[in-house]
């Protein structure tokens, strides 16, 4: 990845995680067919004390439901901009798997196995919890990572009417551009997903964000290095001009005619 200005802008056009599914210790569970489930939620009231039912009580829960396959996974994002803003990602190795879990979401938090455990209700009396929007369910097409470090997110949020384009520009990014410098950039990550879940045109174009990105830091201010600005660097970046090269070859130059990134924090996962 570059480290100014000009890349920022030019992966607005091209492309651009930062972020729920998910190519670290949260996003990068490499399967042959990956979904993953994002819920989004609001939170008022002690959003400390949500934080701590959920690593106390929720965590242990989705660690068992992953021992018996129910799924493949749980991770928690807060929005570094709005702190009462999170998003659950809910991991899974198949359309099996998620289906059964979509119909009996009740079966990996269910009180019995909570006793089971010992663990202890949460109080909820001290938050609330509201959501605005259903469940979307997302393929991963990409991903590249080291697994572990990534503890930052830039999510792009993208509105393409061409699926192969998007997904070829993604992955020659994550190729190019990704892949070779995570050995000199430690808690880098990547990938790409496309929704599934739903769909809205008009006038030839989608109304509502149909393709997603992420790209993975180690800390918040290795984000804020990286996009600031810094003249010239962009072009001289080795791998970024290899996938502009490719891209303009293959004619992936421009495949969505809306973006929407923002910052979200890694505030616990089953895989860590």
């Known amino acids: 990845m570059g480290t100014n200005h000009k890349l920022f802008e030019m992966k607005k056009i091209l492309f651009a995680i930062l972020t729920f599914a998910i190519v670290n210790s949260s996003f990068g569970q490499n399967t042959d067919r990956f979904y993953f489930r994002m819920h989004y939620v609001n939170v008022t009231g002690d959003a400390g004390a949500f934080i701590k039912a959920n690593k106390e009580y929720f965590k242990p829960l989705t660690i068992e439901a992953m021992k018996q396959n129910k799924w493949a996974g749980w991770s928690m994002l807060r929005s570094v901009n709005e702190s ?3 998003i659950f990602v809910h991991h899974f190795s198949g359309s099996s798997q998620l289906a059964n879990v979509h119909n009996n979401f009740g079966e990996v938090f269910d009180n019995k ?12 009396s001290k938050f609330s919890m509201s959501s605005d929007t259903p469940y979307e369910i997302w393929e991963s097409n990409g991903q590249a990572g080291d697994g572990a470090d990534s503890n930052f997110y830039i999510l792009n949020h993208f509105k393409f009417t061409n699926r192969k384009k998007f997904i070829e520009n993604n992955r020659l990014w994550g190729r190019l551009v990704v892949e070779p410098q995570l050995e000199e950039k430690k808690g880098v990550s990547w990938g790409c997903a496309t929704i599934l879940s739903s769909s809205s045109w008009e006038d030839g174009k989608m109304k509502s964000f149909n393709g997603m990105s992420w790209d993975g ?16 660097e962009l072009m001289n970046n080795k791998y970024f001009k290899a996938f502009q090269k490719e891209i303009k070859d293959k004619y992936l130059t421009e495949f969505a005619h809306a973006k929407q990134s923002e910052i979200y924090e890694l505030i616990d996962s089953s895989f860590k």
């Open 84 to 86: 009462s803003k999170f």
């Open 217 to 232: 830091f180690k800390s918040l201010d290795e984000i804020l290095d990286t996009y600031s600005y810094s003249e010239g």
């Open 113 to 124: 196995t909570a006793k089971k455990l010992g663990l202890t209700a949460p109080d909820w």
